[in-house]
């Protein structure tokens, strides 16, 4: 055998794609089992029964696809809607309760979403869009999330103070260092308030990067500084535990209060009276 010796440029100018096949066992089993599923609209709950009884891995597959979440989103779905059954979310919780295990999932959605998915006709547009959904899209929406919640927070800004940052460091109690926030008032040297928003299942904010900020912030403000965080997602009820550390920040008085979507009118009044009391 002669000796060989090769370069870079060689190789690189030899690489192709290297064809594969992204259908293993488990893909196969599972479109085999939609091929032989017959679902007409309207779908009930007796349906998605019936769905998990046959097949109760493949079936929960099929609805997270169908409601366009990834495992790990879909998980923490399940672990939120179910977080008040003892059983858990899983094979089981359905298995003792099939009726009630349905009728989480369709309070949550599912029935929507099927009924849609069902009754739509595909064409090749289809097809390409479904593809850049699945992987640039699910990107894209856990920012969307995030920047959704920040917009929330901002039009209430905006009608309460006339000045504000957004999205800057703010210099910290000795002028010697910063901690970023998505909102400081009136400016970021030494604000009187900082606001963070976190919207859980949004790009960057994971539960552990929440407690992580959060102590950022709590650490580099004045004592004299008012706090606000601003969070939601149904998720949260998956994780707990983290949640409750944000509530022990807020009832040490490391933050003044937590506010979610629902509690609009709480934050909106609150900030009124801040903005009286420090002549904002």
């Given at each position: 055998m002669r000796r060989i010796t090769q370069t870079k440029e060689q190789l690189?100018?030899?690489?192709?794609?290297v064809a594969t096949d992204w259908k293993d066992t488990?893909?196969?089993?599972?479109?085999?089992f939609l091929d032989e599923l017959s679902l007409n609209v309207p779908i009930t709950e007796a349906h998605l029964v019936q769905i998990l009884e046959r097949d109760y891995e493949t079936g929960i597959t099929f609805f997270r696809l169908a409601l366009e979440q990834s495992k790990d989103e879909f998980t923490e779905t399940l672990k939120a809607i179910f977080f008040n059954n003892p059983n858990g979310y899983g094979k089981l919780a359905f298995i003792?309760?099939?009726?009630?295990?349905?009728?989480?999932?369709?309070?949550?959605?599912?029935?929507?979403a099927l009924n849609q998915?069902?009754?739509?006709?595909?064409?090749?547009?289809?097809?390409?869009?479904?593809?850049?959904?699945?992987?640039?899209?699910?990107?894209?929406?856990g920012q969307r999330r995030g920047k959704n919640l920040e917009d929330f927070v901002e039009s209430i800004l905006t009608a309460v103070f006339d000045e504000f940052?957004?999205?800057?460091?703010?210099?910290?109690?000795?002028?010697?260092?910063?901690?970023?926030a998505d909102f400081c008032i009136p400016s970021t040297q030494h604000p009187s308030i900082v606001i963070e928003v976190k919207a859980y299942g949004a790009t960057g904010s994971k539960q552990s990067d929440v407690i992580g900020d959060v102590?950022?912030?709590?650490?580099?403000?004045?004592?004299?500084?008012y706090f606000i965080l601003v969070t939601d997602g149904i998720t949260w009820k998956a994780r707990l535990r983290d949640l409750e550390r944000l509530i022990e920040f807020q009832n040490y008085g490391d933050i003044y209060r937590i506010y979610?979507?629902?509690?609009r009118e709480e934050l909106?009044?609150?900030?009124?009276?801040?903005?009286?009391?420090l002549n904002l």
């Amino acid at each position: 055998m002669r000796r060989i010796t090769q370069t870079k440029e060689q190789l690189i100018e030899k690489l192709g794609e290297v064809a594969t096949d992204w259908k293993d066992t488990f893909a196969v089993d599972f479109l085999t089992f939609l091929d032989e599923l017959s679902l007409n609209v309207p779908i009930t709950e007796a349906h998605l029964v019936q769905i998990l009884e046959r097949d109760y891995e493949t079936g929960i597959t099929f609805f997270r696809l169908a409601l366009e979440q990834s495992k790990d989103e879909f998980t923490e779905t399940l672990k939120a809607i179910f977080f008040n059954n003892p059983n858990g979310y899983g094979k089981l919780a359905f298995i003792i309760h099939p009726t009630n295990y349905a009728r989480t999932l369709a309070e949550y959605g599912l029935i929507t979403a099927l009924n849609q998915l069902v009754s739509r006709t595909y064409s090749w547009r289809d097809l390409v869009q479904e593809r850049l959904k699945l992987g640039r899209g699910s990107a894209i929406k856990g920012q969307r999330r995030g920047k959704n919640l920040e917009d929330f927070v901002e039009s209430i800004l905006t009608a309460v103070f006339d000045e504000f940052e957004i999205r800057k460091s703010f210099l910290g109690a000795k002028g010697l260092t910063t901690a970023k926030a998505d909102f400081c008032i009136p400016s970021t040297q030494h604000p009187s308030i900082v606001i963070e928003v976190k919207a859980y299942g949004a790009t960057g904010s994971k539960q552990s990067d929440v407690i992580g900020d959060v102590q950022k912030i709590i650490f580099e403000k004045r004592s004299d500084t008012y706090f606000i965080l601003v969070t939601d997602g149904i998720t949260w009820k998956a994780r707990l535990r983290d949640l409750e550390r944000l509530i022990e920040f807020q009832n040490y008085g490391d933050i003044y209060r937590i506010y979610t979507q629902k509690m609009r009118e709480e934050l909106l009044s609150d900030l009124l009276q801040l903005k009286s009391e420090l002549n904002l």
